[in-house]
């Protein structure tokens, strides 16, 4: 999977589409397109649009929430809340192989019980606190990512792990240094002064990890 994942966001500058194209331009391939407040209509109505910039490039669209609607617009899969579709009803309308399904986590039993009911990658969070995200979970912080990512390793827990919430450029190195190799970024590329420019920052602060992927099949 790549090491950067845009999750879209809007502010007083820019709308869900006009943030996501700026990060497709800045170098990030993979979107997920979170709209809490939409309706379906408009939530597809957008995936629409995004969706052939993401082709444009090789990138991936995955959906936040709304399972139903990823065949119907085409896109790649989708990420499951605490309080979302069950993974296991998610997977009978999306077969693994064919498409991407992610889950959040914010403990280490979060994380096995993703592992046990087959995602394909997990968004741990939160790093540190953030306006971008209601009914926030507890604080992770580096440490507690050092905790989670050792364990994973000791017990052989093979499943891509994203760090998300309330990253900034200045934290890549440390996540690095403690064992994450991807990260969810919404508000620090939207409310940077150049959105584009800002994502291409954060793809060379990850450019040296990024061999080190595992990758997500969805041939």
Not at 16 to 42: F, H, N, P
Not at 81 to 105: C, Q
Request: net charge neutral; hydrophobic share 40%.
């Amino acid at each position: 999977m790549t090491p950067l994942q845009f999750i879209t966001h809007t502010n007083e500058r820019v709308s869900y589409t006009e943030g996501a194209q700026a990060a497709l331009r800045g170098g990030c391939k993979w979107i997920q397109l979170r709209m809490k407040d939409a309706s379906d209509t408009e939530f597809a109505e957008t995936a629409r649009q995004l969706l052939p910039h993401c082709r444009q490039i090789g990138g991936t669209l995955i959906l936040d929430d709304r399972a139903l609607l990823v065949r119907e617009v085409g896109a790649q899969g989708v990420h499951l809340g605490k309080n979302d579709m069950p993974v296991a009803e998610a997977r009978k309308l999306l077969p693994k192989g064919e498409y991407i399904i992610g889950g959040t986590a914010n403990t280490i039993e979060d994380i096995r019980r993703l592992a046990a009911e087959g995602v394909d990658y997990i968004g741990c969070g939160p790093f540190r606190f953030t306006h971008t995200k209601k009914r926030l979970a507890p604080i992770i912080g580096v440490d507690g990512y050092k905790k989670i990512i050792d364990t994973m390793r000791r017990e052989r827990i093979d499943i891509p792990l994203v760090a998300i919430g309330g990253i900034t450029l200045a934290d890549i190195k440390t996540l690095r240094q403690v064992g994450v190799q991807a990260v969810a970024i919404s508000g620090a590329i939207l409310q940077a002064e150049n959105p584009t420019a800002e994502t291409q920052r954060f793809m060379a602060a990850l450019d040296g990890n990024a061999n080190h992927q595992t990758a997500i099949n969805n041939d």
